[in-house]
T-cell receptor, first 110, second 115 residues
Framework: QKEVEQDPGPLSVPEGAIVSLNCTYS??????FMWYRQYSRKGPELLMY????GNKEDGRFTAQVDKSSKYISLFIRDSQPSDSATYLC??????????FGTGTSLTVIP | KAGVTQTPRYLIKTRGQQVTLSCSPI?????VSWYQQTPGQGLQFLFE???????NKGNFPGRFSGRQFSNSRSEMNVSTLELGDSALYLC??????????????FGPGTRLTVT
């Protein structure tokens, strides 16, 4: 079993929709969580960083961590065509060795 | 503030050769991590350096090695290249210290093709 599981999609939504991206994990020691956006042939761009459980909001993006269910989510409100990319979740127990999901491919249709 | 830079951006090598990739972290960041990204396996952790010491290591063979210099710049080396080493190699830097952990910022990557 992989440390981090992420549905690869692809996910296709109309512009303006709310997008929900999710990851599950098996290691209960994970306490650092990140979400990245990666455009084709580019390096990942950090979107959200959270420690332990709870919610964090930044503009159109909201990250949720449910440690009891070993489940994290990223919500994108009012999705835009420029949000079309691959979204990667990452998590760590120590904060200096991260395990990544395989990524979810998102397309926002104008 | 300048981001993480990686050189070269593209590289083509032949099986059996060796290669050295370079990474310059964001100014003030002392932690540098390296990852391999392939379509089949996604992003896989290679190793992490902090203050010139390898602090963590992933499950890669000994052909993959790295080092960090006193200015926090890092290099990774792959010896005896195999076709399966073709990948995007990503470097990430963080202001993580011995006692506190922070987010990682990635560079644009070096795309290595082994023929």
């Amino acid at each position: 079993q992989k440390e981090v599981e992420q549905d690869p999609g692809p996910l296709s939504v109309p512009e303006g929709a709310i997008v929900s991206l999710n990851c599950t994990y098996s290691n209960s020691a994970f306490q650092y969580f990140m979400w990245y956006r990666q455009y084709s042939r580019k390096g990942p761009e950090l979107l959200m960083y959270t420690y332990s459980s709870g919610n964090k909001e930044d503009g159109r993006f909201t990250a949720q961590v449910d440690k009891s269910s070993k489940y994290i989510s990223l919500f994108i409100r009012d999705s835009q065509p420029s949000d079309s990319a691959t979204y990667l979740c990452a998590m760590s127990a120590t904060g200096n060795q991260f395990y990544f999901g395989t990524g979810t491919s998102l397309t926002v249709i104008p | 503030k300048a981001g993480v830079t990686q050189t070269p951006r593209y590289l083509i090598k032949t099986r059996g050769q060796q290669v050295t990739l370079s990474c310059s972290p964001i100014s003030g960041h002392r932690s540098v991590s390296w990852y391999q990204q392939t379509p089949g396996q996604g992003l896989q952790f290679l190793f992490e350096y902090f203050s010139e010491t390898q602090r963590n290591k992933g499950n890669f063979p000994g052909r993959f090695s790295g080092r960090q210099f006193s200015n926090s710049r890092s290099e990774m080396n792959v010896s005896t290249l195999e076709l399966g080493d073709s990948a995007l190699y990503l470097c990430a830097s963080s202001r993580t210290t011995m006692f506190s952990s922070y987010e990682q910022y990635f560079g644009p990557g070096t795309r290595l093709t082994v023929t």
